[in-house]
């Protein structure tokens, strides 16, 4: 039932994307000779987007604003421009850089694997084995579930008297402390992947519905074997799909701090320091210089980011048509 | 119904032989289930451990909690014992989460008024909103959704830095409002609704307004039924992001009786292990539930929320 409905909607996406551009134009030019009825037309959109644009405004837009003033000022009494000095600063904090590098080491292991594995569950299921939905279900429970709720779980299994110790050790492995070691990267890895593993598998098994079973149909007829069909047919289709599945999943990479302190607490061990437990530090000593720096920082990577996605998305959205 | 449909999908691989195609499902299979148990475990086990005594817990677990908390010199048991089944189902700890100790009802109730006020109000300005965004046309209405995007997309190391400020100057810093209130604008749900709201044929709004209808008619009576399923999802969606949220009261809350119960939980210190898993159970009924009976729906609005173009 859902796949009809979701192939549906990718050809309608792929509709908007090809018209996307040229209505503009169009608007553009009515704007300048404005008949009388368009406003008439456009008042009840715009009174309907009114209340978010304006909560938006006022509670992230605004304020952001006053965070990129605060990150060029010396102190919020003071005043006094100082551009760059809070950038700087906070480049040399030995703290933050070693938030930031955890955070960009934990990003560059746990998207690619995120990517990945997602894709090879979509594929699994999109293959003729029995009990898909079951199977399906129980990929996607995870996300569903608290992840404060199954934390004692998790602390149980890899805690230094914990199961997988316990197992191990029948090998004649020593113990590992896995949270309070460098291996704590692994099992926040882990915690992470368990828990976003299912949404990348829907994202990936949308699109492969999306995939025309004409082109796979004539491939077969050809005599494609099913790694060429794999890798000429379903993963060209699928690049738009692998792209935002990564940068969604760099993005929850970047929320991973809830997992860590739920694990945790306040004081993980060096390795899983992120950066959010360097924001949370720095509120409590309410440094708003360091603070906003920090903020402007991060959302300026996070827009170049997007920035791209959005790029390429439009031109994979003309590649594949 | 969906296995039926996947089956469909699947072109016949011709080149392999029967018997080959049969290994390999089987391969494909086993590996699929190995998966699902790992990805069901932790869940189980926690249910599984709430039907403990608490005398069992701490049989079980004795190695694990009395070294986190009080720095390992108190072991009860030496070995931990992670298990499936109770060695007695007992509903004691069930008893005392219900009944003795009021603390944990009162953070599942401060949860639920946090989460629900959210939800209700979040989905209100999204409909709208999105509404709007799918019948304006312009480059200015694609700069804003772009903008709603990036919020949208912003980890909470930023947000919670302009949410900070303004419940400060608001006054509303370590109340309920300082998490509500960001939480009801937060551009999640118009970007989704706002992929639907776009499919809705102009020809279908235009021939209403031709029979009369008001434009306030035409998005009660055509365009909120038509993404009835959506709503759904997003609802699913906004609700367990929310009933998991650590973040926000930890920044914005300094009044620990405020906090909701996914913050509380991971604050049980050792001696309540055996409560701790009943505590988690309850609080996973209520996602459980909305998993349960609105899968199709959850998987629909995943499927939706696919690509950053409105």
């Given at each position: 039932?859902?796949n009809?409905?979701?192939s549906?909607c990718q050809g309608d996406?792929n509709q908007?994307?090809?018209f996307?551009a040229?209505p503009?134009k169009k608007e ?5 000779k404005p008949?009388?009825?368009p406003w008439?037309d ?5 009174g309907?987007i009114a209340?978010s ?6 509670f992230?837009?605004v304020?952001?604003?006053v965070i990129?003033y605060?990150?060029?000022v010396?102190?919020?009494i003071n005043?006094d421009?100082?551009?760059l ?8 904090n030995s703290a933050?850089k ?5 955070t960009?080491?934990?990003s ?12 090879a569950?979509a ?8 009990l898909v939905?079951?199977f ?5 429970c ?5 992840v404060a ?6 602390q ?13 050790a029948k090998?004649?492995?020593d ?7 460098d291996?704590?990267?692994i099992?926040v890895?882990?915690l992470?992947?368990?828990?976003n593993l ?5 994202l990936?098994?949308?699109a ?5 079973k004409?082109q ?7 005599g494609?074997g ?17 792209l935002?599945v990564a940068?969604?999943s ?11 302190y ?6 993980p ?5 992120m950066l959010q437990h360097?924001m949370n530090n720095t ?5 708003y ?5 920090a ?5 300026i ?5 997007l ?6 998305e439009n031109?994979?959205?003309e590649?594949?048509? | 119904m969906?296995a039926?449909n996947?089956q469909?999908?699947v ?10 195609n049969?290994?390999v499902?089987?391969?494909m299979?086993v590996?699929a289930a190995v ?14 451990n709430s039907f ?8 079980n ?7 986190t908390e009080?720095?390992?010199k108190t072991?009860?048991s030496e070995?931990?014992n ?6 007695m189902?007992s509903?004691?700890q069930?008893?005392?989460v ?5 603390d944990?009802l ?8 946090l989460?629900v006020?959210i939800v209700?109000?979040q989905?209100a300005?999204a ?6 965004f799918?019948r304006?046309?312009g ?9 709603y995007v990036?919020?949208?997309?912003m980890?909470?190391?930023?947000t919670?830095v302009?949410?900070?400020l303004?419940s400060?100057a608001?006054?509303i810093?370590?109340?309920r409002?300082?998490?509500?209130l960001?939480a009801?604008f ?5 970007f989704?609704?706002t ?5 809705i044929?102009?020809s279908?709004?235009e021939?209403?307004k ?7 008619q035409?998005?009660r ?11 759904y999802?997003?609802?699913i ?5 929310y009933?998991?949220?650590v ?7 300094s009044?620990?009786n405020l906090?909701p ?7 049980i210190?050792?001696?309540e292990?055996?409560?701790a898993?009943a505590?988690a159970t309850i ?6 539930l909305?998993?349960l ?5 959850l ?6 929320s ?5």
């Amino acid at each position: 039932m859902l796949n009809g409905k979701r192939s549906s909607c990718q050809g309608d996406e792929n509709q908007m994307k090809k018209f996307g551009a040229k209505p503009n134009k169009k608007e553009k030019t009515a704007r300048e000779k404005p008949p009388k009825t368009p406003w008439r037309d456009k008042a009840f959109p715009m009174g309907c987007i009114a209340p978010s644009f304006i909560g938006v405004m006022i509670f992230f837009i605004v304020p952001f604003i006053v965070i990129l003033y605060y990150s060029v000022v010396d102190n919020p009494i003071n005043k006094d421009f100082v551009f760059l000095d809070n950038y700087i600063s906070l480049l040399h904090n030995s703290a933050f850089k070693k938030a930031a590098l955890n955070t960009l080491k934990f990003s560059l292991t746990s998207v690619p694997l995120a990517v990945i594995l997602g894709l090879a569950l979509a594929m699994l299921l999109d293959a003729k084995i029995p009990l898909v939905s079951q199977f399906r279900a129980s990929f996607l429970c995870p996300m569903m579930v608290p992840v404060a709720s199954v934390v004692l779980i998790w602390q149980v299994i890899f805690h230094y008297n914990g199961t997988l110790n316990e197992f191990l050790a029948k090998f004649g492995i020593d113990k590992i402390d896995w949270l309070k070691s460098d291996k704590a990267m692994i099992v926040v890895t882990l915690l992470f992947l368990w828990k976003n593993l299912g949404y990348n598998m829907i994202l990936f098994l949308s699109a492969l519905g999306g995939i025309s079973k004409d082109q796979l149909e004539v491939a077969t007829l050809e005599g494609a074997g099913a790694w060429y069909k794999f890798f000429h047919i379903k993963l060209r289709h699928l690049s738009p799909t692998i792209l935002f599945v990564a940068i969604l999943s760099l993005i929850n990479s970047f929320k991973v701090f809830r997992e860590v302190y739920l694990l945790t607490g306040d004081y993980p061990y060096d390795s899983i320091y992120m950066l959010q437990h360097f924001m949370n530090n720095t509120f409590r000593s309410l440094d708003y210089q360091k603070l906003s720096a920090a903020a402007i920082l991060m959302s300026i990577v996070i827009i170049v980011i997007l920035a791209l996605l959005f790029v390429a998305e439009n031109k994979f959205g003309e590649d594949t048509e | 119904m969906t296995a039926q449909n996947t089956q469909k999908k699947v072109t016949p691989k011709r080149k392999f032989s029967r018997r080959q195609n049969k290994i390999v499902l089987a391969v494909m299979t086993v590996f699929a289930a190995v998966a699902a148990v790992i990805f069901l475990l932790p869940t189980v086990l926690t249910i599984a451990n709430s039907f403990m005594s608490s005398s069992e817990i701490s049989a079980n677990y004795g190695a694990v909690f009395s070294t986190t908390e009080s720095g390992g010199k108190t072991f009860i048991s030496e070995k931990v014992n992670l298990k499936f089944i109770p060695d007695m189902v007992s509903f004691s700890q069930y008893y005392t989460v219900l009944f003795k100790s009021p603390d944990y009802l009162l953070k599942f109730w401060n949860s639920v008024i946090l989460v629900v006020p959210i939800v209700i109000f979040q989905l209100a300005v999204a409909a709208f909103a999105s509404y709007g965004f799918a019948r304006l046309k312009g480059r200015l209405k694609e700069i804003l959704f772009f903008v709603y995007v990036i919020v949208m997309m912003m980890p909470y190391q930023v947000t919670l830095v302009p949410n900070y400020l303004v419940s400060d100057a608001l006054g509303i810093l370590n109340t309920r409002w300082a998490i509500i209130l960001p939480a009801v604008f937060t551009p999640y749900s118009v970007f989704i609704l706002t992929k639907v709201m776009r499919r809705i044929p102009v020809s279908l709004i235009e021939a209403a307004k031709l029979d009369g209808a008001s434009e306030l008619q035409i998005f009660r009576y055509i365009a909120l039924p038509l993404c009835k399923s959506v709503i759904y999802s997003v609802i699913i969606l906004v609700f367990i992001d929310y009933w998991n949220m650590v973040e926000q009261p930890l920044i914005l809350l300094s009044d620990e009786n405020l906090y909701p119960l996914s913050v509380f939980l991971s604050r049980i210190n050792s001696g309540e292990i055996g409560l701790a898993f009943a505590v988690a159970t309850i609080y996973m009924i209520p996602t459980l539930l909305m998993f349960l009976y609105g899968e199709d729906y959850l998987v629909e609005g995943i499927a939706y929320s696919g690509g950053i173009k409105g």
